[in-house]
Nanobody, 125 residues
Framework: QVHLVESGGGLVQAGGSLRLSCVLSDHTSGQYVMGWFRQAPGKEREFVSTIDWNSGTSYYADLVRGRFTTSRDIPKRTMYLQMNSLKPEDTAVYYC??????????????????WGQGTRVTVSS
């Protein structure tokens, strides 16, 4: 069984930064495609970024490319989302996700098997 726990959300002013964390707990050191998604009130869950757990190869949604950076620390079993130059439209609940497979830039929620509980990010104008 795989468990994902996000943390790091909060309230920040526009132009500020936050770093989200997602701790991966599993019984095997397998390969995963990891992802970040977000869901604003009244909207569908949307893709933010994805990263290959083993190689660190990453891919970003156009809306966040150049502002957000995804990374992972394998010994700490943690994935990060560094968010800079935040905008009010970045306000959402952010979720991390994982799927046990070889690398592919997975961009839809249905492609991921495991999900965290979410962490709320609010960006004030």
């Amino acid at each position: 069984q795989v468990h994902l726990v996000e943390s790091g959300g909060g309230l920040v002013q526009a132009g500020g930064s936050l770093r989200l964390s997602c701790v991966l707990s599993d019984h095997t050191s397998g390969q995963y495609v990891m992802g970040w998604f977000r869901q604003a009130p009244g909207k569908e869950r949307e893709f933010v970024s994805t990263i290959d757990w083993n190689s660190g190869t990453s891919y970003y949604a156009d809306l966040v490319r150049g502002r957000f950076t995804t990374s992972r620390d394998i010994p700490k079993r943690t994935m990060y989302l560094q968010m800079n130059s935040l905008k009010p439209e970045d306000t959402a609940v952010y979720y991390c996700a994982a799927d046990p497979r070889a690398w592919a830039p997975l961009q839809t929620p249905d492609e991921y098997t495991y999900w965290g509980q979410g962490t709320r990010v609010t960006v004030s104008s």
